[in-house]
């Protein structure tokens, strides 16, 4: 039976203080505690699919290597993480030092060993990260930001037929729409899809209100897609209610107001907010279409993916392919991809703060 990411951390809190109690009870008893949760957690670990000199994605020496940037990332906001803070600080501040100062070796070194212990325990929490595949797995929850309408006439909802939307082939003037990669997203996840969430500016809020093209455009992909969809206005302006548009399996949108769009901190925060049951309820289950919005937004939502057991994706620009669900592409998020995530945010603020 395979465990869910709640339950493998559920379990994981379990087994770490279980141990640690043990201490108020006996010292010897937690020195052999210690042993046998250093071994079961290496178990646990490999079993779950880590080698111990596998290739960079299943290799516990590269998890060791990145658990404290992953770590740092965001788990210790999560009732998991925060338990790892406590037992660390306690093991490295306190018993420790205390067994070091006695002359307690053996009571040092067993509380090395379990500290080891939390870390490969955490290895088995976590998970080895997903193989890459061609095109992602249908999702359930699909979250995909809006970008300011770059079209005039919104009555071209009503004029395009429902395969130009499916080509990319939607135009005013010589530029496609940008709301061209939400319909392909929806069209892509529509047999599995539960919930849609939008992230949305102050900008793009005020040209909501203004022009309800978002009623215009669900209205064309609920006759293209056979869906129904419950539109939550009521999230964007307080005192709207719901908007039910078209017949078939019910779709619900929700909207995420993420303030003028420009701060990552803020935008993060605001999908962290927004997301944050479902991610950790069913996290696998959740896509992130980083196609539309701003990269400041993209970033921020590969952040909060990057976290947990979500995924991301993206349209591939210039496709050949004649159906542009054929060129969605699975981003796959690993703590592995903090390494490299680091290394540009590094290299942007050299360029920003040391440019002549």
Same mark, same amino acid.
């Given at each position: 039976?395979?465990?869910?990411?709640?339950?493998?951390?559920?379990?994981?809190?379990?087994?770490?203080?279980?141990?640690?109690?043990?201490?108020?009870?006996?010292?010897?008893? &937690?020195? =052999?505690?210690? %042993?046998?949760?250093?071994? @079961? *957690?290496?178990?646990?670990?490999?079993?779950?699919?880590?080698?111990?000199?596998?290739?960079?994605?299943?290799?516990?020496?590269?998890?060791?290597?990145?658990?404290?940037?992953?770590?740092?990332?965001?788990?210790?906001?999560?009732?998991?993480?925060?338990?790892?803070?406590?037992?660390?600080? @306690?093991?490295?501040?306190?018993?420790?030092?205390?067994?070091?100062?006695?002359?307690?070796?053996?009571?040092?070194?067993?509380?090395?060993?379990?500290?080891?212990?939390?870390?490969?325990?955490?290895?088995?929490? &976590?998970?080895?990260?997903?193989?890459?595949?061609?095109?992602?797995?249908?999702?359930?929850?699909?979250?995909?930001?809006? *970008?300011?309408?770059?079209?005039?006439?919104?009555?071209?909802?009503?004029?395009?037929?429902?395969?130009?939307?499916?080509?990319?082939? %939607?135009?005013?003037?010589?530029?496609?729409?940008?709301?061209?990669?939400?319909?392909?997203?929806?069209?892509?996840?529509?047999?599995?899809?539960?919930?849609?969430?939008?992230?949305?500016?102050?900008?793009?809020?005020?040209?909501?209100?203004?022009? !309800?093209?978002?009623?215009? =455009?669900?209205? @064309?992909?609920?006759?293209?897609?056979? +869906?129904?969809?419950?539109?939550? &206005?009521?999230?964007?302006?307080?005192?709207?209610?719901?908007?039910?548009?078209?017949?078939?399996?019910?779709?619900? %949108?929700?909207?995420?107001?993420?303030?003028?769009?420009?701060?990552?901190? !803020?935008?993060?925060?605001?999908?962290?907010?927004?997301?944050?049951?479902?991610?950790?309820?069913?996290?696998? !289950?959740?896509?992130?279409?980083?196609?539309?919005?701003?990269?400041?937004?993209?970033?921020? @939502?590969?952040?909060?993916?990057?976290?947990?057991?979500?995924?991301?994706?993206?349209?591939?620009?210039?496709?050949?392919?004649?159906?542009?669900?054929?060129?969605?592409?699975?981003?796959?998020?690993? +703590?592995?991809? &903090?390494?490299?995530?680091?290394?540009?945010?590094?290299?942007?603020?050299?360029?920003?703060?040391?440019?002549?």
């Amino acid at each position: 039976m395979k465990l869910k990411s709640s339950e493998r951390r559920a379990i994981g809190i379990l087994a770490s203080f279980s141990v640690a109690f043990l201490l108020a009870w006996s010292k010897r008893a &937690f020195e =052999f505690g210690a %042993v046998a949760f250093l071994l @079961m *957690s290496i178990v646990l670990a490999m079993h779950a699919g880590w080698k111990i000199r596998g290739e960079r994605s299943d290799s516990l020496l590269t998890f060791l290597r990145l658990f404290i940037p992953k770590f740092l990332v965001g788990d210790v906001l999560t009732l998991y993480g925060i338990s790892l803070f406590i037992l660390f600080a @306690m093991t490295l501040t306190a018993w420790l030092p205390d067994g070091l100062e006695e002359g307690d070796i053996v009571f040092a070194v067993s509380t090395l060993m379990y500290t080891f212990g939390l870390v490969f325990l955490s290895a088995w929490v &976590f998970g080895v990260p997903r193989k890459s595949t061609q095109l992602p797995a249908r999702a359930k929850y699909l979250v995909a930001s809006l *970008s300011i309408p770059n079209w005039g006439d919104d009555s071209v909802f009503e004029r395009a037929k429902c395969e130009d939307f499916l080509r990319g082939a %939607v135009y005013e003037g010589n530029r496609p729409l940008n709301i061209i990669p939400l319909y392909v997203a929806l069209a892509y996840h529509k047999d599995r899809l539960e919930e849609v969430f939008l992230l949305v500016s102050d900008r793009v809020a005020g040209e909501i209100e203004r022009r !309800e093209y978002i009623e215009r =455009f669900f209205s @064309m992909t609920s006759k293209c897609l056979s +869906l129904k969809f419950v539109i939550n &206005f009521g999230e964007l302006f307080p005192g709207r209610g719901e908007v039910v548009i078209g017949e078939g399996r019910e779709v619900h %949108v929700h909207f995420i107001r993420i303030g003028s769009g420009q701060d990552i901190k !803020e935008v993060k925060n605001s999908v962290s907010t927004g997301l944050s049951d479902l991610l950790e309820r069913e996290g696998s !289950e959740v896509i992130f279409d980083i196609t539309s919005g701003t990269a400041v937004i993209s970033v921020a @939502m590969i952040l909060e993916a990057i976290k947990g057991d979500a995924r991301a994706e993206y349209l591939l620009q210039n496709c050949e392919k004649e159906y542009k669900t054929e060129c969605i592409e699975l981003i796959e998020l690993t +703590l592995f991809d &903090f390494e490299d995530l680091v290394r540009e945010f590094r290299e942007y603020f050299e360029r920003l703060y040391e440019s002549p």
